[in-house]
């Protein structure tokens, strides 16, 4: 079946650092894959999204590429800010009516 | 925008109560979904529906049901609520219309069970 495996964290960066969350999955068909974000006391919002090969998703300064060779879909932002600090899950979706969410990563981002 | 309304942001009951948790979205779609979210378990499926009236069981159905009667609203009923289902509930719903579609999640309800 699908799977997908994230680095569990947690993360502490300061400000300003650079940010990579690694996110890699197993499927048997052609999945798109997301990235969501979790505030505290909040619901997952959806932060981006790839479906096919090669895609990069982008927004608010976060990125991912779908790398079909690498089976991977790795989070990264150039620059964090404190506001970043939240939960944040890879995750696979495919021709099924169900999700597969990795565990996700906690990151915190000091001043 | 998406918006998936849950009613209650937090909710206390006691052990054996019979329990609602009711969740309305605004975009016409035909599939939705109740997770719940527990620390170091992830976020697990409860039940889906893909229709009006349509229900099925995900990963840990067990102590739960669901009812949709309306395409917008789908309700997550704990029949006899006991410890174990003091939890994070998060619901979400999707278009159908493509596999790229996005979950869009509600802001949750934190149930406790005392």
């Known amino acids: 079946g699908n799977s997908v495996t994230q680095m569990e964290g947690p993360v502490t960066l300061s400000e300003e650092a650079f940010l990579t969350i690694n996110c890699t999955y197993t499927a048997t068909g052609y999945p798109s894959l997301f990235w969501y974000v979790q505030y505290p006391g909040e619901g997952l919002q959806l932060l981006l999204k790839a479906t096919k090969a090669d895609d990069k998703g982008s927004n608010k300064g976060f990125e991912a590429t779908y790398r079909k060779e690498t089976t991977s879909f790795h989070l990264e932002k150039g620059s964090v800010q404190v506001s970043d600090s939240a939960v944040y899950f890879c995750a696979l979706g495919d021709y099924g009516q169900n999700f597969v969410f990795g565990p996700g990563t906690r990151l915190s981002v000091l001043p | 925008d998406v918006k998936v309304t849950q009613s209650s942001r937090y909710l206390v009951k006691r052990t054996g109560e019979k329990v609602f948790l009711e969740c309305v979205q605004d975009?016409?779609?035909?599939?939705m979904f109740w997770y719940r979210q527990d620390p170091g378990l992830g976020l697990r499926l409860i039940y889906f529906s893909y229709d009006v009236k349509m229900k099925e069981k995900g990963d840990i159905p067990e102590g739960y049901s669901v009812s949709r009667e309306k395409k917008e609203r789908f309700s997550l009923i704990l029949e006899s609520a006991s410890t174990n289902q003091t939890s994070m509930y998060l619901c979400a719903s999707r278009s159908a219309s493509s596999y790229n579609s996005p979950l869009h999640f509600g802001n949750g309800t934190r149930l406790t069970v005392t």
């Open positions: 975009m016409d779609h035909e599939n």
